[in-house]
């Protein structure tokens, strides 16, 4: 929790501002009771009303002014709070933005997710208790106690039982409550992670009639938590009663005992009436310290969790001397390229060696699991290779910064992602400054076009989350359109018509070919007659090319490539 005092820094002066409200706030109440016992003894034993009336009107206008700084306080404190809230969130963002997929791997989406959200609300809460709270508590317990002190010393002998067993109370739960409040965080990830995995993949639940096991394994996680939560509620609830108890013990102790001083004559009725409302200050502090002890440990976890990400060191950085790459345009090769996923026992992809020119169509095919997508991956380096080295326009991808080198790369992922917006918008990702004319001629080159004049508000058409209203066809034309909006120097197609018909794929195929005459292209593909074309295929097997070169030169020379050809076409069609 200290390390992300650091963003409150900005928002010291209303800090600050809080404090000295709270201050003047604590000193009003403080000065209440002593008003109070002052009418008692001197103006109700004496009969004296104008006394009472004067007195009664100070204490009007005392509370009046404590409320005005309660207010304020109020308003100040939740304003830093919120900020200083904005600014963790934005932090752990643009941290997130900055990762690897590796590091997306190891930390996981679904706890990303409650990091960003649930984790900094805690926080946040906290934060706005602890400017509330731990600041005005012990102001008000030792104002109160010195307050009492001044009414009669012996009668304070009565807190010597007292606050020790409300401390003991207090550092019992906080020790208790601590490790129940991390689990509980860690179990809010395993909702979360169960909840998004049953949104994203209810069509093959529903498909499978999953459906009632789906309900049993979200039940089961949320027992979980509701069990934790329980536990964690129980003493929550236990510390109340107990705090009351105390505290009216405390009050039975203080009226037993001064009854008998003041039969003695050693204290005032107005006095007494003082010392209970001082009591009260006392025990009212050490409640709101307890208050502030059960949310502590729960945002303490909390906190670790965002410092996690914050601290966590991106794998992939930007070089301090990065090369421009300016003296080539489109070039790609990969020298003796090995890259393993961490902690898997071989290499995805081993030993692999090709160039790709401008002007050349470059197709990898290979049968599943050959690590087809995981060669393409590096080339905009979402992964930092073991050895060798991934030259782009003749300099090491590891020797420019991410921005320059993603700049030139025009990249149609396996899986066709689309943003909530217009279709417009959507292709205009690729470039944000696109023109009008840009957006349809990329329409009409993916062969979007047509779907997209038949909408009815047409390249205005909103886009639901996630592309749910549009089929996979059309998700990939509008991925291949905001590629080709770019305009950039390297094509990167991963496998990206599969979901395409053979009619729209040599349509689009053949307009592609027009389109990207000056750039490098390469192509991942299931299909034979997508790749046939190319100037160059490549053949994967187990992480390892086996083959390079045209289409009849591999299917006369290469078993992998015949075995992948005889198995998509008929004898007609291969001779």
């Not at 089961?220 to 509620?233: Q, R, Y």
Request: aromatic letters at 8%.
């Amino acid at each position: 929790m200290l390390k992300l005092i650091r963003f409150l820094k900005p928002y010291a002066g209303f800090a600050a501002a809080v404090l000295v409200l709270i201050f003047f706030q604590t000193m009003a109440e403080l000065y209440l009771p002593t008003l109070m016992s002052d009418i008692v003894d001197k103006g109700i034993y004496n009969g004296d009303t104008s006394y009472i009336i004067k007195i009664g009107g100070f204490m009007l206008l005392v509370a009046a002014g404590s409320g005005i700084c309660t207010i304020l306080a109020s308003y100040l404190s939740s304003k830093a709070a919120s900020a200083f809230g904005r600014d963790i969130r934005r932090e752990l963002f643009i941290k997130g933005e900055s990762f690897s997929l590796h590091e997306f791997d190891k930390v996981g989406t679904s706890s990303m997710i409650t990091r960003t959200t649930n984790d900094i609300t805690q926080v946040q809460q906290v934060t706005i208790m602890m400017m509330r709270f731990m600041i005005g508590a012990p102001i008000m317990a030792i104002g109160g106690f010195i307050m009492a002190l001044s009414k009669d010393r012996k009668l304070t002998l009565v807190f010597a039982v007292s606050i020790p067993v409300l401390i003991m109370l207090i550092v019992i739960v906080a020790k208790k409550a601590m490790p129940l409040f991390k689990s509980m965080q860690v179990k809010i990830d395993k909702i979360n992670g169960v909840l998004r995995e049953n949104l994203t993949g209810i069509r093959v639940i529903r498909a499978f009639n999953r459906i009632d096991d789906e309900k049993r394994r979200f039940n089961e996680a949320s027992l979980d938590l509701t069990e934790t939560a329980i536990k964690v509620n129980k003493m929550m609830a236990f510390v109340m009663p107990v705090m009351m108890l105390v505290m009216n013990f405390t009050s039975i102790a203080i009226i037993w005992f001064g009854g008998k001083r003041i039969d003695l004559g050693e204290m005032q009725v107005g006095d007494m009436m003082a010392f209970i409302q001082y009591a009260m200050h006392i025990m009212f502090s050490f409640l709101m310290v307890a208050m502030m002890f059960v949310m502590i440990p729960r945002a303490e976890a909390s906190a670790v969790r965002i410092n996690e990400i914050l601290e966590m060191e991106p794998e992939i950085v930007d070089p301090e001397s990065p090369n421009k790459a300016d003296r080539e345009r489109g070039y790609v090769e990969f020298r003796n390229v090995t890259f393993s996923y961490p902690g898997a026992e071989q290499p995805a992809i081993e030993n692999i060696s090709f160039s790709a020119k401008p002007g050349e169509t470059t197709a990898i095919i290979g049968g599943t699991g050959s690590g087809k997508s995981t060669l393409i991956s590096l080339i905009p380096r979402f992964y930092d290779i073991q050895s060798g080295s991934i030259l782009v326009d003749g300099v090491d991808v590891r020797e420019m910064t991410q921005e320059n080198l993603r700049s030139k790369i025009g990249f149609v992922p396996q899986k066709a992602v689309l943003f909530t917006g217009t279709i417009a918008d959507n292709i205009r990702y690729g470039k944000e400054e696109a023109s009008d004319e840009e957006v349809r001629h990329a329409a009409e080159v993916s062969q979007s076009a047509d779907f997209i004049s038949k909408m009815k508000e047409g390249y205005d058409s909103l886009i639901s989350q996630g592309g749910n209203n549009v089929s996979g066809g059309q998700k990939q034309r509008l991925s291949i359109a905001r590629a080709l909006v770019r305009k950039p120097e390297i094509y990167i197609f991963d496998d990206s018509f599969s979901a395409l018909d053979f009619k729209t794929d040599a349509k689009l195929r053949k307009a592609l070919k027009s389109e990207t005459k000056d750039a490098t292209v390469i192509i991942v593909a299931q299909r034979v007659s997508t790749v046939m074309d190319a100037d160059r295929i490549i053949v994967l097997d187990e992480g390892k090319i086996v083959g390079i070169g045209k289409h009849k030169e591999l299917l006369q020379n290469n078993e992998v490539y015949r075995e992948i050809v005889s198995s998509q076409l008929s004898e007609e069609e291969l001779a």
